[in-house]
């Protein structure tokens, strides 16, 4: 680790943290961040020449694996015929068809460059088309980094958010609520209480923020049924779950379809690319055609157009999803086996291709429950299989991912890093 630390001390001269998005930074999970110089299938190497099975995948895009060569290769491709005009090309409109293919509730399509900007959009367009003030989001669900987003529970509970972050004002944070997940009776009261003035709500479908944590049985449905029943649009921010909790996403996986949906991360294959999209009726209130203004230098730039559309190829003609959902599976059952063999107070929860272990043995089905966690344990066990070789989310409070790319080497070499971690460092047995 030395080469990393000596960048990571170069780096605080200049980089705030020295990262460039905080969860970077190691803080929940201690020590110094791996500084990473190439990756390569379900590797990565790090500046000191340590390789790791990667799980983090860049949280999320990397389900082909780094550097898949027909990614590669299209991106280089491009590259020879200009970065970026801004101006219309057809690449655009080819991966905006693919997306349709996969999520049909699009009907209309809008690139934007994360998904920060695809959350914030949605939400400006939602209060465009109903001329209402009011949003609702969920504890422990996180949407980017846009003020309206960035609010957490007020003391006036569901009705009045507060800011979740310096530099949000409160009365911005004041219009959006803040329910707890998977919590309808909670969102009834709320509607019954303001719901002519709340314009979108926005949840992820399936939450891989605290954690991965799946909606309840009726849950989602019952999201669509209050929103259709007060003019209130459903948001589905897929950025996540969009081609990970199924290729579909979310939204075909418990067949509720929403007004609009978020994607980022794999839709982009790496690349800075994300997406908002929905009914016709709804989107054509974006500029150009309608008043909701909206835009973007780089938006649907030609390299990151050819990135996504040789990743949602690669997803559409390949078992690649089935690859990398199997491959969670079995490192889930290994993990689940153990954990039962020897009582160990722990969870898993999987969805599809994004996993986590809790270090709790309660069932986690909200931010309450997700918080429960014995944070210190999983520093340590982080710790224990960072230096086993195994990178993963570096935070109790999020998901891991799997690609086509993880082998059954991988899932053999995880279970028995697993089975040594817990046992030496963590439960003392
Ligand atoms: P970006 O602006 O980071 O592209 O997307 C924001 C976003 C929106 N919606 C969901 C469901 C998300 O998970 C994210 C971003 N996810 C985090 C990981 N929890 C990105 C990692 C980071 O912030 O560095």
Not at 393 to 415: G, K, R, V, Y
Request: one cysteine or more.
């Amino acid at each position: 680790m030395v080469l990393s630390e000596q960048m990571f001390q170069s780096a605080r001269r200049i980089l705030v943290g020295g990262v460039n998005s905080p969860v970077r930074a190691f803080k929940s999970v201690g020590g110094t961040p791996v500084f990473f110089k190439e990756g390569y299938g379900s590797r990565l190497v790090s500046v000191d020449d340590h390789e790791f099975i990667d799980y983090v995948l860049s949280w999320g895009p990397m389900i082909l694996g780094h550097a898949f060569p027909p990614v590669v290769e299209s991106i280089v491709s491009a590259v020879h015929r200009g970065l970026s005009f801004g101006a219309p090309t057809e690449a655009e409109t080819i991966l905006a068809d693919l997306i349709h293919e996969f999520f049909p509730s699009m009907e209309r399509v809008r690139f934007v460059n994360s998904g920060t900007e695809a959350c914030m959009s949605a939400i400006r367009l939602a209060r465009g088309v109903t001329g209402r003030r009011r949003i609702l989001k969920f504890e422990g669900c996180y949407h980017g980094h846009a003020d309206a987003l960035l609010v957490k529970a007020g003391s006036g509970g569901l009705t009045l958010g507060c800011p979740d972050s310096a530099g949000v004002l409160s009365e911005w944070a004041q219009w959006t609520s803040i329910a707890p997940y998977n919590d309808l009776e909670s969102v009834r009261k709320l509607f019954a209480n303001v719901g002519d003035d709340i314009a979108a709500i926005i949840v992820e479908p399936v939450v891989g923020n605290m954690g991965v944590v799946p909606p309840n049985p009726g849950f989602l449905q019952g999201l669509r049924d209050i929103a259709s029943a007060h003019g209130t649009l459903l948001i589905f921010d897929e950025v996540m779950t969009g081609f990970r909790v199924a290729l579909k996403g979310a939204q075909h996986k418990y067949g509720v379809v929403p007004d609009i949906t978020c994607l980022g991360k794999v839709v982009g294959g790496g690349l800075p690319c994300a997406a908002y999209g929905g009914r016709a009726e709804f989107m054509e209130y974006l500029a150009p055609v309608g008043p909701v203004y909206q835009a973007g230098t780089l938006s649907g730039n030609p390299v990151a157009m050819a990135a996504g559309i040789s990743t949602l190829t690669a997803l559409k003609t390949s078992n690649h999803f089935e690859r990398a959902e199997s491959h969670a599976s079995h490192i889930v059952a290994g993990m689940r086996q153990w954990i039962t063999a020897h009582g160990l107070p722990l969870t898993v929860s999987q969805v599809g291709t994004m996993w986590t272990l809790f270090f709790s043995d309660t069932t986690v089905f909200n931010l309450a429950t997700a918080q429960r966690s014995d944070t210190r344990r999983f520093s340590l066990y982080y710790r224990a299989m960072l230096d086993r070789g195994v990178y993963l989310a570096p935070s109790q409070f999020e998901s891991n991912f799997t690609s086509s790319a993880h082998t059954l080497t991988d899932a053999d070499f995880f279970i028995s890093s697993f089975e040594k971690s817990l046992d030496l460092e963590i439960f003392g047995k």
